[in-house]
């Protein structure tokens, strides 16, 4: 069984922090990796994907990957209240074009 | 492009009721998935298709459930009778495919509250 891991939350952190979101996979073999955001109520939107290992940055997102790790992160610089949302991890299972998601880390920024 | 189209967008029904869902994807992605959120279970793929085919029905959680998909605009989930444990918000989402697993954009989401 294929398993994408979270820490649920929540994360706290003050606004203009650095908000740091983990993420380990079980599948060696995966070679895409996604970060979505779903704020309550909402559905789940895509912040990043990322493919190879190393750094990907997006205006305050940067997206970090090890694959020898089988490790994932998201890092949200100058966090906004607006930022707090649930956070979901997906793992391409290239096989099959399935995406395998965590359950989610919930992220508070306090004002 | 209007995005991933579901509709009702609630869905309020009486246990032993047939409820059906319906979804049109973007236009031109070739895979659509079916997904089931709860608080307690989260986020779980029920099925989903390529080129209007399925693919995957692992999970769909038994044979209440069922899909289909005439054609690439067009896709619905019906449960059959419906039960209170049915209670969630479904979603429907879209890919373009390619070599690999791509990016899913997620329709709107049906809440779904069976009582």
């Known amino acids: 069984q294929k398993e994408v891991e979270q820490n649920s939350g929540p994360l706290s952190v003050p606004e203009g922090a650095i908000a740091s979101l983990n993420c380990t996979y079980s599948?060696?073999?995966?070679?895409?990796f996604f970060w979505y955001r779903q704020y309550s109520g909402k559905s789940p939107e895509l912040i990043m994907s990322?493919?190879?290992?190393g750094d990907k940055e997006d205006g305050r997102f940067t997206a970090q990957l090890n694959k020898a790790s089988q490790y994932v992160s998201l890092l949200i610089r100058d966090s906004q209240p607006s930022d707090s949302a649930t956070y979901l991890c997906?793992?391409?299972?290239?096989?099959?074009?399935?995406?395998?998601f965590g359950s989610g880390t919930r992220l508070l920024v306090r004002p | 492009d209007a995005g991933v189209i579901q509709s009702p967008r609630h869905e309020v029904t009486e246990m032993g009721q047939e409820v059906t869902l319906r979804c049109k994807p973007i236009?031109?992605?070739?895979?659509l998935f079916w997904y089931r959120q709860t608080m307690m279970r989260g986020l779980e793929l029920l099925i989903y298709?390529?080129?209007?085919?399925?693919?995957?029905d692992s999970g769909m959680p038994e044979d209440r459930f069922s899909a289909k998909m005439p054609n690439a605009s067009f896709s619905t989930l019906k449960i059959q009778p419906s039960e209170p444990r049915d209670s969630a918000v479904y979603f429907c989402?879209?890919?373009?495919?390619?070599?690999?697993?791509?990016?899913?954009?997620f329709g709107p989401g049906t809440r779904l509250t069976v009582l």
């Open positions: 997906a793992v391409g299972e290239d096989s099959s074009y399935k995406l395998i």
């Open positions: 990322i493919y190879s290992n």
């Open positions: 989402a879209s890919s373009g495919g390619g070599g690999l697993a791509d990016t899913q954009y």
């Open positions: 599948d060696r073999v995966s070679q895409s």
């Open positions: 298709f390529n080129n209007n085919v399925p693919i995957d």
């Open positions: 236009s031109g992605h070739d895979y």
